[in-house]
């Protein structure tokens, strides 16, 4: 059975940083692309990052480059959302998901398709 944990929200100011964790049971990285994904009230879900566990390439949205940092675990099965220079508008519920790498890029998941599996999610509020 696949699952994902997801821990490292909170409460931060902004200008603050936060790492998010996924770590999944079930199946194994190397045949996935896992992603990152965040949704704030009244908005669209985002694709924010997304990583091949087979070879680490990755995808980032234009609204985190340069200040989140998405990397992989395979032994562990985990993946991480380093998140810096956090604004206000980052505020949103976060989850991992995942999708197999035969049928998707990166780009491809975190621009349209999503994933097949997802995790509960962790909230991320930046505020004063």
């Known amino acids: 059975q696949v699952q994902f944990v997801e821990s490292g929200g909170g409460l931060v100011q902004p200008g603050g940083s936060l790492r998010l964790s996924c770590t999944a049971s079930g199946f194994t990285l190397d045949y996935y692309a896992i992603g990152w994904f965040r949704q704030a009230p009244g908005k669209e879900r985002e694709g924010v990052s997304c990583i091949a566990g087979s070879d680490g390439d990755t995808y980032y949205a234009d609204s985190v480059k340069g200040r989140f940092t998405i990397s992989r675990d395979i032994v562990n099965k985990t993946v991480y959302l380093e998140m810096n220079n956090l604004k206000p508008e980052d505020t949103a519920h976060y989850s991992c998901?995942?999708?197999?790498?035969?049928?998707?890029?990166?780009?491809?998941?975190?621009?349209?398709?999503?994933?097949?599996?997802w995790g509960q999610g962790t909230q991320v509020t930046v505020s004063s």
């Open positions: 998901a995942a999708e197999s790498i035969i049928i998707t890029t990166v780009q491809a998941m975190c621009t349209m398709t999503g994933g097949r599996y």
